[in-house]
């Protein structure tokens, strides 16, 4: 986990390197322009090509949603397409503003499509397919630009070639090779283990020219924007270099690739079209492009929340509201980032004169600086306070609608900003109605901000800095400029306004480096055991008594009545079961873990939760695999009588005629009769050729035994056969933990046990009988076997399985049980395989356990 860590911390320093060269870059490129030459440009780019530039988005975020309707049908799993294109467009939205669409909206797509049915081997597929259209535009682009421009190309690039010709039909041949194998090849194609089938021809053709379509609508809208100067370049040589600069953005991590793609437009195009004039287009485009749909994914949310208030709800958003409520943090808090970053980037920039001059007439100076130096910290405290919305803390909410309402009113008092203030207000009016999202109590200090969060503020921060250096590079900086209060003073309120926005964050970085360390992940000791019996005591769910064999961690929930348990293996904090204890602290309890995982740079895990808590876990942003189904017997219904028990009958009638007898022995005398449960043990694990097992499967060990009351079977006097006895709150449910028994027991002894059980339980007024898990096929055999398959199968053979039982849940059918699935939640998708070695490693003792028995 610690290497993990490490990696996460130096991906995220080599990003913010790149972003850090980038801004160099541009700083050197635009050295002989004035902020002023930049905000003329900006203000020159004309209305028709704003409204050509808005109409090419349109069509280019309908292309975008194609990439998904495609892929859904690559895996054969179509959706209604009003739920593709609101799914789409809000992920895309997204994901165009904070990172790019080859992210395919990350979570947000899992936990849509998992709410929709989709397994997550159907979601991989779907990513997996998306890429491969993806990339095929980028090919297909690139040997047509080469093909069409052999010469103008690497002269606009600056490639010391004369043509690109060659290397343009070497990568369309790569695409009519694609071609050739979706009509000729029909077995998969094996890579690493992961099997992909070819599409069919037709589809095959609709990614090439959806994708194509995609890259050449997006770079057609900067083209657009540029000065009509600018146009004695050929389009598909400026394609070339839009697409070059798009992929650099990518490959830099940097969200967004912002500053990258920029910098790399202008080093190529700068002898070409004029600086000031590049800029300008390039902030046209960021506008248009990026942040417009932004804002309308924002009213589309915002719309939702609202309209659930009110009686006669459209079907859209009926059935949206099943999965929005788990997407509407993670939105608000990118917006909310954004919002902070506008008011950071409007204080770093000289004001518009026209608009101070009026204000000047109605405030006096005072407000008009204090309102300023307000807005910047209000700017710097929202890239703060997202972070606590994305973790769904009641405190963000609060803070973040307080802070919106002072920076709006800041934006207008500063300098008439209405623009600013506008788009701060829409996602106030995006905030207010999703209030009930953010229910968590926790103190907004406990949990430190992610190596990427933080790097994303302290960028953010920084790049202001560089903007606000930028615009008054032609000022003469002296110690008297902080001191100066003038109306066109900008110079001096930017200075004043840095100092506070360094001074919050510095106390923000003191107060979290001054925090006690996190503990290390430990057993429990004698006294928590002791207070995780009382609670166990109180609880309905018979398996929380594992928590007391203390192999597992405890935390426990702030009041100290809840817990959960849980361990690690490999990168995954592995929780079993659902939190137990008071129903009021899970919810809280369960985000506790999630942060706790991330503190250790690992993977969130719930083993074997039931079906009432679903929606939980999905508010952690976790998706859902099926495990299988456990069998509960309900008692009242249970006897031996009728030609449908006659199996039954028959295995209680030949065990007692082989000298069975079955036994209940009390808590007080298990001490007693350890020995001969000892002797039982070692020849049960000598004659099976298996070692112990653990975490969701007990295992011999007597203090833990002597805790329970002891089911047995004894032969001529001699224990044969036992197990311990659970017993849930109020006589809800009993069951068996550890079952052992002999060689010298008579056969079907187990099941002789079974059915004693389950009569004396129901003569002691206990409503069910848990049989245990039954493992089913929760993942597909589909395209990507044999390798996902494989690692699937540890899945069906959890717990039970791994002492070789066939045809469980036809055994456990003899019984007539109600059957209730069993979830495990995780982050899902392509760490899937991964959590699945280290939950069956963590039961088997090891990895080595998993192939020995």
């Given amino acids: 986990m610690r290497l993990k860590r490490v990696g996460l911390v130096l991906g995220v320093l080599a990003g913010a390197l790149v972003f850090c060269l980038a801004l160099w870059s541009l700083h050197h490129e635009l050295a002989a322009l004035h902020y002023r030459d930049i905000r003329l440009a900006l203000g020159a780019v004309a209305n028709s090509q704003i409204v050509t530039a808005a109409?090419?988005?349109?069509?280019?975020?309908?292309?975008?949603?194609?990439?998904?309707?495609?892929?859904?049908r690559y895996i054969r799993r179509p959706l209604a397409t009003r739920r593709v294109a609101f799914v789409g467009f809000i992920a895309y939205a997204l994901s165009q503003s904070l990172g790019f669409p080859l992210l395919l909206g990350g979570s947000l797509r899992y936990r849509f499509f998992s709410v929709w049915g989709l397994s997550s081997a159907d979601i991989a597929l779907f990513t997996g397919f998306s890429l491969v259209t993806f990339w095929l535009g980028v090919v297909a682009i690139c040997g047509g630009v080469f093909l069409l421009e052999p010469r103008a190309t690497p002269e606009l690039l600056g490639l010391p070639v004369g043509s690109l010709a060659a290397i343009g039909a070497l990568l369309i041949a790569t695409i009519v090779g694609y071609f050739v194998a979706s009509v000729v090849r029909k077995a998969p194609i094996r890579i690493l283990g992961w099997e992909f089938s070819f599409p069919g021809p037709g589809l095959a053709a609709a990614q090439l020219v959806i994708s194509t379509?995609?890259?050449?609508?997006?770079?057609?809208?900067?083209?657009?924007?540029?000065?009509?100067?600018?146009?004695?370049?050929?389009?598909f040589a400026f394609l070339g270099a839009f697409l070059l600069a798009q992929v650099a953005g990518l490959l830099s991590h940097v969200p967004g690739g912002a500053g990258i793609f920029e910098s790399v437009i202008v080093f190529l195009l700068k002898e070409e079209v004029p600086a000031a004039g590049l800029v300008g287009a390039l902030l046209a485009y960021r506008l248009v492009y990026y942040l417009i749909p932004l804002c309308i994914a924002l009213v589309m949310l915002a719309v939702h929340e609202l309209s659930r208030a009110r009686h006669g709800l459209a079907r859209a958003a009926q059935v949206a509201g099943r999965w929005v409520p788990g997407v509407v943090p993670s939105v608000l808090a990118a917006t909310t980032f954004i919002s902070g970053l506008i008011l950071l980037l409007s204080g770093a920039t000289p004001g518009v004169r026209s608009r101070l001059h009026l204000l000047s007439d109605f405030l006096p100076l005072a407000v008009i600086e204090f309102s300023h130096f307000v807005g910047s910290i209000a700017g710097a405290a929202l890239l703060l306070l997202a972070w606590g919305l994305r973790r769904r803390l009641d405190a963000s909410w609060w803070l973040t609608a307080a802070v919106l309402l002072v920076g709006m009113a800041a934006s207008l008092l500063k300098g008439g900003d209405y623009e600013e203030a506008a788009f701060l207000a829409l996602v106030f009016t995006a905030l207010v109605p999703a209030r009930r999202h953010f229910y968590r109590r926790a103190s907004m200090t406990s949990d430190a901000f992610s190596p990427g969060w933080a790097a994303a503020i302290v960028l953010a921060v920084g790049s202001t800095f560089w903007l606000g250096f930028f615009a008054f590079k032609h000022i003469d900086y002296s110690h008297d400029l902080w001191w100066q209060f003038a109306l066109r003073g900008d110079a001096p309120r930017f200075l004043r306004a840095s100092v506070g926005v360094t001074g919050l964050l510095l106390v923000v970085a003191l107060q979290r480096l001054l925090r006690p360390a996190l503990p290390d992940v430990e057993t429990p000791s004698a006294e928590a055991l002791a207070r995780v019996q009382a609670i166990v005591a109180d609880s309905r769910d018979v398996h929380a008594n594992l928590a007391l064999l203390g192999d597992k961690s405890i935390l426990f929930s702030d009041a100290g009545s809840a817990f959960v348990m849980y361990g690690v293996a490999g990168r995954s904090f592995i929780a079993l079961g659902d939190p137990v204890g008071a129903p009021r602290e899970r919810q809280e309890l369960s985000w506790q873990f999630r942060e706790l995982a991330d503190r250790h740079g690992a993977a969130t895990v719930f083993y074997e939760v039931r079906m009432h808590n679903l929606p939980l876990y999905l508010?952690?942003?976790?998706?859902?695999?099926?495990?299988?189904?456990?069998?509960?017997?309900?008692?009242?219904?249970?006897?031996?009588?009728?030609?449908?028990?006659?199996g039954l009958r028959r295995t209680v009638n030949q065990v007692e005629k082989d000298g069975g007898e079955f036994g209940i022995v009390p808590v007080e005398s298990v001490s007693a009769i350890m020995p001969e449960l000892r002797a039982v043990s070692d020849e049960w694990l000598e004659s099976k050729k298996v070692r112990e097992k653990g975490f969701s499967l007990g295992y011999f060990d007597e203090p833990y035994l002597r805790r329970f009351p002891m089911a047995v079977v004894r032969r001529e006097g001699r224990i044969v056969a036992f197990a311990n006895i659970w017993r849930g709150q109020a006589g809800d449910e009993l069951t068996v933990d550890l079952m052992r028994y002999s060689p010298q027991a008579p056969d079907n002894v187990m099941e002789y046990l079974f059915i004693q059980l389950m009569l004396y339980g129901r003569t002691e007024g206990f409503s069910h009988f848990n049989l245990g898990m039954a493992p089913l096929a929760g993942l597909e055999n589909r395209a990507l076997?044999?390798?996902?398959?494989?690692?699937?199968?540890?899945?069906?053979?959890?717990?039970?399985?791994?002492?070789?039982?066939?045809?469980?849940?036809?055994?456990?059918?003899?019984?007539?049980?109600?059957?209730?699935?069993?979830?495990?939640a995780s982050p899902g998708g392509l760490q899937l395989p991964r959590i699945l070695t280290n939950v069956s490693a963590l039961i088997s003792g090891g990895i080595t356990g998993i192939v020995r028995k």
């Fill in 785 to 824: 076997a044999p390798l996902w398959n494989r690692l699937g199968a540890l899945v069906y053979r959890f717990g039970e399985n791994f002492y070789n039982f066939q045809g469980l849940r036809e055994y456990k059918e003899k019984f007539d049980p109600i059957w209730e699935p069993r979830y495990l």
């Fill in 213 to 235: 379509l995609d890259w050449m609508i997006a770079g057609a809208v900067l083209y657009a924007l540029l000065p009509p100067t600018a146009h004695t370049v050929p389009f």
């Fill in 619 to 646: 508010d952690l942003g976790l998706s859902l695999l099926k495990l299988g189904e456990e069998a509960r017997v309900p008692l009242d219904q249970f006897s031996l009588q009728g030609g449908a028990r006659k």
């Fill in 55 to 72: 109409v090419l988005t349109a069509f280019g975020y309908a292309t975008l949603i194609s990439y998904d309707w495609l892929s859904l």
